[in-house]
């Protein structure tokens, strides 16, 4: 009885290990150096925070992980919209250049040359050029139709519908994935 009493324990202490932050408790700007400082009611402040979300694709907005520039974890926003306004649009923004993810609207060319496909798109941040490696490491189906890519650069780019493209562009897809 007694063992497994201090089993819970453990498992308790376990769940305590992810610290959430309190919104209210958070005060996120930007300094002079554009970096993310945070201010925690408790009075500690980190500056030069980096933020990445919890759950990328199926929760990109909420549950956002703080760590220190040396990686350690601060702590976990679970509702960020909670925020004050300043705190969540510096969240935002910060979050939105963490994961870069322009979405694919159009697929314009793809040339493969030993090996490396060098692709030309159009994305809803504007046009974009960019070679992708070995693409069984490189593309990955997170859905029906949609298609997460990795180029050699790391940066991800993001066919939300393959069915929603123009069919030149399906073509392609269907050529090179």
Do not use: C
Not at 88 to 107: G, K, N, S
Not at 152 to 160: F, P, T
Request: proline residues 3%.
């Amino acid at each position: 009885m007694s063992h497994h009493h201090s089993h819970s324990k453990v498992s308790e202490k376990k769940v305590a290990e992810v610290h959430m932050l309190r919104p209210a408790d958070v005060r996120l700007r930007l300094n002079a150096q554009n970096q993310l400082e945070l201010h925690l009611a408790d009075g500690n402040t980190y500056t030069d925070v980096r933020v990445a979300p919890a759950f990328p694709i199926s929760r990109p907005n909420r549950f956002v992980i703080l760590r220190t520039a040396e990686g350690e974890e601060i702590g976990v926003i679970k509702t960020p919209r909670r925020l004050d306004r300043e705190s969540r649009e510096v969240l935002l923004r910060a979050l939105d250049q963490a994961y870069f993810m322009p979405r694919i609207t159009r697929i314009i060319r793809i040339d493969e040359r030993m090996g490396i496909a060098h692709w030309e798109a159009e994305t809803d941040r504007g046009w974009a050029a960019f070679d992708v490696i070995a693409r069984s490491e490189s593309i990955w189906y997170v859905g029906r139709n949609r298609v997460l890519i990795r180029d050699a650069d790391g940066n991800r780019y993001l066919i939300e519908d393959l069915t929603a493209l123009d069919k030149r562009s399906r073509r392609l897809a269907d050529l090179f994935m």
